[in-house]
Nanobody, 124 residues
Framework: QVQLIASGGGLVQVGGSLRLSCAAS????????MGWFRRAPGKEREFVAQ????????MYAGSLKGRFAISRDNAKNTVNLQMNSLKTEDTATYFC?????????????????WGQGTQVTVSS
């Protein structure tokens, strides 16, 4: 049984930082590309970032590149999202996900497993 448990969300002021983590179990972690998505209130879910199984390639939503950084630790079966210079529009529930298709990095992969989400609220 695959489990993806996201943590690290919370309340932060504009300009602050947060680091989200996602702990994976029940899968061969290094064989999966991992991604982060978010859904703001009243909006569709949107892609944030993804990283290949080896961790050597990443892809970001264009508007987030430079502020957000995805990384992974295959020894610990975790994927992280460092979020800096946060804005009120970053307020959302953030989800991690795992994809078997994690090869080429130039398109958003179809994702097979999803975590439960962690809430990020950025206040002004």
């Amino acid at each position: 049984q695959v489990q993806l448990i996201a943590s690290g969300g919370g309340l932060v002021q504009v300009g602050g930082s947060l680091r989200l983590s996602c702990a994976a179990s029940g899968l061969t972690f290094s064989a999966y590309g991992m991604g982060w998505f978010r859904r703001a209130p009243g909006k569709e879910r949107e892609f944030v970032a993804q990283i290949t199984g080896s961790g050597d390639s990443t892809m970001y939503a264009g508007s987030l590149k430079g502020r957000f950084a995805i990384s992974r630790d295959n020894a610990k079966n975790t994927v992280n999202l460092q979020m800096n210079s946060l804005k009120t529009e970053d307020t959302a529930t953030y989800f991690c996900a795992a994809s078997r298709a994690g090869g080429r990095i130039d398109y958003i992969w179809p994702y097979d497993y999803w975590g439960q989400g962690t809430q990020v609220t950025v206040s002004s």
